[in-house]
């Protein structure tokens, strides 16, 4: 079935530094959904990408979408120590009714203060 | 918060038991679904119900079952336990098909350990 990969799999990064993860898939993506997880917490929606090469600024967080739209991105500008934690990105697959995420395996960034 | 509500938060099962984790979604969301997430992965799709009826599942035996309740809320119920069950389990609601941004809102999740 269809899959989505994400690049590293971990990061650490002094407090100031830039990060970025990668998600790539083998087939078009008909859209793109991005999470973040606390150590310890639950999946939260950062945001949803549908559109060929969008892109969408959230303060510091900077999400692409690629023209072929095989592939996703997310950077952090200038991290900080609340930025610790996974960073997921999922495919959502409809099927009548039925909406399910496909996740990556997610990116994990640790911060040094 | 998301107003997605999950119970219990943490219990311990020894292998062979039954455990019932139960979800209350978001107010005027109709559909839930579940995910299990083992440490250190993303988490998988069990399945989902709209209007208290399965329409979707993922690649979990059939001792993965569960029920939705006219308030939409919902149960996840595991038979026969085995070691490898033991993750963090997480209910998502979403509002009904066609409806929303494709958003889920997730609870906090059940943490189960099976010893």
């Known amino acids: 079935g269809q899959q989505v990969m994400q690049i590293p799999q971990y990061q650490h990064v002094q407090e100031g530094e830039d990060f970025t993860t990668y998600c790539n898939s083998s087939t078009t993506l008909s859209n793109i959904q991005w999470y973040k997880q606390r150590p310890g917490g639950h999946p939260v929606f950062l945001i949803q990408l549908v559109k060929s090469g969008e892109v969408k600024k959230q303060k510091r967080l900077t999400f692409q979408f690629g023209e072929a739209k095989k592939n996703s991105s997310l950077h952090i500008t200038a991290t900080q120590t609340t930025d610790v934690g996974t960073y997921f990105c999922?495919?959502?697959?409809?099927?009548?009714?039925?909406?399910?995420?496909?996740w990556g395996l997610g990116t994990s960034l640790a911060v040094n203060p | 918060e998301t107003g997605v509500t999950q119970s219990p938060t943490h219990l311990i099962k020894t292998r062979g038991q039954q455990v019932t984790l139960r979800c209350s979604s978001q107010?005027?969301?109709?559909?839930v679904s579940w995910y299990q997430q083992a440490l250190g992965q993303g988490p998988q799709f069990i399945f989902q119900?709209?209007?208290?009826?399965?329409?979707g599942r993922g690649n979990f035996p059939p001792r993965f079952s569960g029920l939705q309740f006219p308030n939409y809320s919902s149960e996840l119920n595991v038979n026969a336990l085995e070691l490898d069950d033991s993750a963090l389990y997480l209910c998502a609601s979403s509002p009904g098909q066609g409806l929303g941004t494709g958003e889920l809102f997730f609870g906090e999740g059940s943490r189960l350990t099976v010893l």
């Open positions: 999922a495919l959502m697959k409809n099927a009548g009714n039925n909406r399910k995420l496909i």
């Open positions: 119900y709209y209007r208290e009826e399965e329409n």
């Open positions: 107010s005027g969301h109709n559909t």
